[in-house]
């Protein structure tokens, strides 16, 4: 297990966000990305969730007074899979690239296809 203090887990997560490419970062309006300590007690394992309406299933009217799409990354789980601070800064940039690939319309069996899973 490696854990990070909440600032350091907090600033991978922003890091992970940096990395995604600027013509993508763009579209990403009305996303939140939370960090959350432990996922619902039903699915403790969750690493990353996201919650709204995939850009590929908006009409032209979604957005207009619409609450943000969430994106929450759950750092206990996280650090319970990792062994190494730089095992966990890279799971953590995966989760955040897996969750984001939803707000695209990408699915889990097509992120796996693109070896994301």
Known sequence: M???????FESAV????????DELARTMTNVAVLVEQEPPEDDPDLLGVYDGIPLTERDGWWDAGALPDRITIFQGPL???C???????????V?????????FGID??????????
């Open 108 to 117: 889990d069996d097509h992120l796996h296809e693109l070896g994301w899973g």
């Open 2 to 8: 490696q854990h990070l203090t909440d600032a350091e």
């Open 83 to 93: 062994d190494s601070p730089e095992q966990l800064r890279e799971e953590i940039a």
């Open 14 to 21: 922003a890091d992970a966000l940096d990395s995604i490419p």
């Open 79 to 81: 650090e319970r899979f």
């Open 95 to 103: 989760t955040v690239v897996h969750e984001v690939a939803h707000h």
